[in-house]
């Protein structure tokens, strides 16, 4: 199979670039992927799909490659699309879903973009490469530029989680911290220096594939539904790579004619209220979302100032008329253990932020208590470890255990 | 489907036991599921499996659980079966493979077992959980046990990584850290209080379901390799449960008549020589492994000084032609970051141990370079963040950044 790719597009105002060399950005702003759906449609059916083996790679007519693209690959895909039927009742909605990007290599989302970009980076003969990170993409580059051989820099607030600093050291990256600084900082330095150091800018959207192996989670849902996508998507938003992608894919799966309902799904952007220019932007009505000063949130995850995607992210969301929503920063700790607690399902904080937003939803009447709703749980809790300390309980063997040690300390439910 | 579970079999004496109710041990030692394979061979054929959704309950009819079982869930199995070319070259093999475990919720395959031994334990109505744990186990525990909704009480000792810590409160478990303790004394303790507090022990082999869950590892792993299966398999032992479940896995299929041959791997288990109790009794000639006095390992998963299935760990070793090899604890560390560097995999350390153990076998000449070996990955190094620390580089917003900084700090290759 040779592949469906057309062409690039430039996002910002649509000039048409070719595909079969490395594309950075258009203008500075980023690039869209095109493809012959014709050709596609006459060539597959969505039940193909179903046969292959259950990685992001099935669905290989809809992504970059071609058959003589040697595939980048730690077994991703096909994360587990779960009923949370006790936080859906705690929230007051019957028919509330949970898609686990938890379980993905590096435990995070990141590992579909990157799983992409690396392979599609390797097929062009890059072999150094660079990000800036607030935390999980630079895991996924160390990791899957340590499957391609390459050579892998990342760039991170020094206040990123440890777990984030030592998955990229251990796989080899050189990882630098920036002391007092943001993702934007960083994104500054990978910037600044690539003339002299050489190394390809992985950064969010400033590549086209990143966002391909994002659409993937959209694809993945539809086929988990039976093709049919639910009402509400509740998406914690960064960079917005992943909301940007799924609408691409739901386009994309509306043209090829493969959705039993033309029916969208209402998208929505949650946010911290430490860290949300797009939410601002959103209220204001307009396109293009400011930097936000003095970024802070312990979703680290949500700590982007400012989106080069900013627009592609508010288009979506209007265009699908959903919204974007900032949670309560002191709210979200809480609500992280509490989801965890209830459904088992290793939420991360940036995802816990989307639970409250959905509350809000409710609240407002936004989200009806029969609407299916799917909140993309787009990391391991147990990467944030600052998260749990200091509540468990020391034994010393020395002393007698007294069994009411667990009655006292703990009140029973 | 009813189940096709015929009744429980003690592994030390084979007396006979119910599966319509709650056991446990039989003479203190573990207990075997035993199917009427006659009847599944009937009804059920390889091919059915693969056009069911991936997750080890795919493999229903070989499984504890009937039609009218409330499945307990989150998502678990089908995790990739990696071909680990790089890794392998260092190592002088030609067909060396790693099966990531560590894509599986909780990040290690813990979820397998507990998945399958919490389904049972709702089933039977108990709502009261506990275990003692060298690390992941408990986090599989809390997490299952929420989804669940059952209490969850885990006794870990003090040393435990911070984020198997966290993973378990974040979760709700009541989380106990056992001062100066290891998983022998935290089995103790959960032991002596059971009847005082209630809870249903689900210690290592102390019930009969999560080595059914375990089993599922050497299931796909079959399924993986259409049917056939590898010359070698390297597996971190600590409890051993998955070693021995894979053993019964494979009998099982072979009694089925399901694989292409009747060739069985040879069982490698893997241990540290600061812990090291099944190498020192496979060596002597013993069946049962006595205790390992100060038990001292960085991968802790293998810290168990004493497990109460070594007979049934050994009789696997020893009928399969395999061997028990301990890794230079030293060495463990080294061999960690080698491996996810090369591959850009998160191998453990427990499953580091393991790759010191091929190379001394590959030394030996007891695995032939185009032996199919594989390596089982149990867990994801993201868990072990004590291992990366103190190599990131902290870089100054406020003083230029010279590229000089990349270079000197580090020796390209």
């Known amino acids: 199979m040779n592949t469906y790719v057309t062409h690039l597009e430039s996002a910002i105002d649509g000039t048409h670039l070719p595909a079969d060399r490395v594309q950075t950005v258009h203008e500075g702003r980023p690039l869209w992927v095109r493809y012959d759906l014709d ?27 071609s058959d003589n693209t040697e595939i980048i690959s730690l077994g991703e895909g096909m994360t587990p699309l779960l009923k949370a039927r006790r936080l859906g009742e705690k929230l007051g909605l019957r028919d509330f879903w949970i898609k686990d990007e938890s379980q993905l290599p590096t435990g995070s989302f990141k590992s579909r973009g990157f799983a992409m970009a690396v392979t599609m980076a390797n097929h062009f003969g890059l072999t150094r490469f660079a990000t800036p990170t607030a ?17 892998v820099y990342v760039f991170m607030p020094s206040d990123t989680p440890l777990v984030n600093q030592v ?30 150091m050489g190394w390809f800018d992985f950064s969010t959207l400033k590549e086209p594939y990143r966002l391909e192996g994002k659409k993937t989670m959209g694809l993945e849902l539809a086929e988990q539904f039976g093709w049919e996508l639910p009402d509400v998507i509740l998406y914690p938003t960064g960079g917005g790579t992943g909301l940007i992608g799924m609408w691409k894919a ?16 209402r998208m929505v952007s949650g946010q911290s209220d430490g860290c949300a220019p797009i939410v601002r932007a959103y209220e204001k009505g307009e396109r293009f979302a ?8 312990c979703a680290t995850g949500l700590r982007v100032p400012k ?8 288009d979506a969301i209007r265009e699908s008329g959903g919204c974007a929503i900032a949670a ?3 709210d979200i700790a809480g609500a992280m253990r509490e989801a965890i607690s209830t459904e088992g399902i290793s939420i991360c904080p940036e995802s816990a932020a989307c639970v409250l937003a ?11 208590p029969d609407d299916r709703v799917v909140l993309f749980n787009t990391g391991a809790s147990q990467k944030y470890a600052g998260f749990g300390d200091q509540e468990q309980i020391s034994i010393h063997l020395n002393k007698p255990v007294d069994p009411k040690t667990f009655r006292t300390t703990y009140s029973h439910n």
Request: net charge negative; charged share 30%; with cysteine.
């Open 167 to 196: 998955e990229c050291t251990l796989a080899g990256a050189k990882t630098f911290l920036v002391v007092d600084g943001l993702i934007s900082d960083c994104g500054r330095i990978v910037r600044e220096l690539s003339d002299e």
């Open 328 to 330: 309560c920063e002191s």
């Open 250 to 265: 739901f386009a994309e799966l509306r043209e090829l004619g493969w959705l039993k309902s033309d029916k969208m799904p």
């Open 135 to 151: 935390g999980n993409a630079g895991g996924a580059l160390a990791a899957y530029g340590a499957r391609a051989g390459a050579e």
């Open 358 to 368: 959905a509350q809000e939803l409710i609240a407002r009447g936004d989200i009806a």
């Open 39 to 65: 050709a596609i449609r006459k060539n597959v059916n969505p039940t193909d799909f179903q046969n292959r083996p259950p990685t992001l790679w099935r669905y290989r007519e809809l992504l970059p490659t």
């Open 307 to 314: 989106a080069v995607g900013d627009f592609m992210i508010l």
């Open 290 to 297: 400011d930097e936000w000063d003095e970024a802070a949130t």
